[in-house]
């Protein structure tokens, strides 16, 4: 699953980077609201390049910040768990 320390980072406005396999969690839309990195050469780009590049940050941060609010934010989860219990309330 895509983490609670993730989910809490892209909350706060932190960029995130994650291995592939945290990423396997993510939800629908949102593989680019993370920047992947498996091998140490890679981590070091990924996040040298996010320290240089403040345009590139700042997308990253909205990315991720839209999808916490579109999938995880306390609203979310509401009007999800809303949906289950009606339909769980249709019956068979």
Known sequence: SFGITA???????????????AAEGLCEGAEDAVCRAESPDEWAERITTLLDDADARRDLVDRGRKVWQRHYSPDAVRASVRTLFAGLSDGP
Do not use: N, R, T, Y
């Open 7 to 21: 989910l809490e980072s892209a909350a706060a406005g932190v960029p995130v980077v994650v291995h592939p396999w």
